[in-house]
């Protein structure tokens, strides 16, 4: 099976740098994704990473580490419009399947 | 040129009833997928379909059936609704890709509110 863990809650003001977990376990592991969703919204692909280090994405990085079980989602310069939820997501072995974590509510105020 | 489609948007109905959600994808990709998030937003995948054909079915109760005529379709039927059936339903697609280093980014249609009472 596969088990995510990210916090619950996270809260930044504008212009700040926050960054959200995610610790994974699992049978089998092809790579980590985060996705974004605006409430009443779908999920929307944020960034992959199958391999370990960091990749950055404009004011989004998304770094692993496959030897941690580990990655994490590090988003700059916040702005109003990034308060959303944030969910990383497991890629299983074989076919194209997902297992998301709980998700990442983010806050940002003024 | 909606890439995921579904509808409908909102569904109301009472339990007991039989409802079906539709799905269509635009983007040419071999893999659709169904998905329930609840309230507390926790996103679980129900199906998965590639090339018409069932790839995951999780536990899902057998009232929910999964139909997919065609590549770009893919269709849920809910027999006998119960109050728990209450969610969002959100229908997905990708590129099947197997070897792991490739983004496999899914795209997620608009999601059906429904509502059993």
């Known amino acids: 099976g596969q088990s995510l863990e990210q916090p619950s809650e996270v809260t930044a003001v504008e212009g700040a740098i926050v960054q959200i977990n995610c610790t994974y376990q699992?049978?089998?592991?092809?790579?980590l994704s985060w996705y974004q969703q605006h409430d009443g919204g779908a999920p929307t692909f944020l960034s992959y990473?199958?391999?370990?280090g960091l990749e950055e994405t404009g004011r989004f990085s998304s770094f692993l580490s496959r030897s941690d079980s580990y990655g994490y989602l590090l988003l700059q310069e916040l702005q109003m419009k990034d308060s959303a939820s944030y969910f990383c997501a497991v890629k299983g072995s074989g076919y194209s399947t997902l297992t998301f974590g709980k998700g990442t509510m983010l806050l940002v105020s003024p | 040129d909606t890439a995921v489609s579904q509808t409908p948007k909102y569904l109301v109905t009472q339990m007991g009833n039989d409802k079906s959600i539709k799905c269509e994808q635009n983007l040419g990709h071999d893999t659709m997928y169904w998905y329930k998030q609840d309230s507390k937003k926790f996103l679980k995948i129900m199906f998965s379909?590639?090339?018409?054909?069932?790839?995951i079915n999780e536990t899902v109760p057998n009232r929910f059936s999964p139909k997919s005529p065609d590549k770009a379709h893919l269709n849920l039927h809910i027999n006998s609704l119960e109050l728990g059936d209450s969610a969002v339903y959100f229908c997905?697609?990708?590129?099947?890709?197997?070897?792991?280093?490739?983004?496999?980014?899914?795209?997620f249609g608009p999601g059906t509110r429904l509502t059993v009472l």
């Open positions: 990473n199958a391999l370990d």
């Open positions: 997905a697609s990708s590129r099947r890709d197997t070897s792991g280093l490739y983004t496999d980014t899914q795209y």
């Open positions: 379909y590639n090339n018409k054909e069932l790839i």
């Open positions: 699992t049978s089998g592991f092809y790579g």
